[in-house]
C-alpha cells in the first residue's frame, strides 16, 4: 500500500521560506511521477510541480516558476518542495502525489495522495 506523508507546513511572513517533504513509502517508486498540488479556499486544486522519480525531470506552474523547486532523495524515499519568496496567495494546503504510469500534470491522473500540510503566508 502506497502512503504519502507530508510535513514541513506552517505560518510563515511574506518573502519567507518553507521546504515541504513528502515521504512515500510502499513500493518501488522508480516508474513514479511525483507532484505537489495546492487547494486554497474555495478553490480547485491545482497543480504545483512534478518530478519523475527516475531520471529527475521536473516541471514547476509559471505561477511558482522561479521561487519553488521541486526535488527528491533517492536514498530516503522522500521528495521535497522548496517555496521561497512566499507570497500570501501561496496560502493553500499542500498535497503531494504520486502515479506510476502517469507524467503530466492533471490531477486526476495522480493515484495516490498524502492528507496535506497546510502553508499560511501573512502579508
Known amino acids: 500500500q502506497v502512503m504519502l506523508v507530508e510535513s514541513g507546513g506552517g505560518l510563515v511572513q511574506a518573502g519567507g521560506s518553507l521546504r515541504l517533504s513528502c515521504a512515500a513509502s510502499?513500493?518501488?517508486?522508480?516508474?513514479?511521477?511525483m507532484g505537489w498540488f495546492r487547494q486554497a479556499p474555495g478553490k480547485e486544486r491545482e497543480f504545483v510541480a512534478r518530478?519523475?522519480?527516475?531520471?529527475?525531470?521536473?516541471y514547476v506552474a509559471d505561477s511558482v516558476k522561479g521561487r519553488f523547486t521541486i526535488s527528491r532523495d533517492n536514498a530516503k524515499n522522500t521528495v521535497y518542495l522548496q517555496m521561497n519568496s512566499l507570497k500570501p496567495e501561496d496560502t493553500a494546503v499542500y498535497y503531494c502525489?504520486?502515479?506510476?504510469?502517469?507524467?503530466?500534470?492533471?490531477?486526476?491522473?495522480?493515484?495516490?495522495w498524502g492528507q496535506g500540510t497546510q502553508v499560511t503566508v501573512s502579508s
Open positions: 502525489a504520486a502515479d506510476p504510469y502517469y507524467t503530466g500534470s492533471y490531477r486526476a491522473r495522480y493515484e495516490y
Open positions: 510502499g513500493s518501488t517508486f522508480s516508474s513514479y511521477t
Open positions: 518530478i519523475r522519480w527516475s531520471g529527475g525531470a521536473t
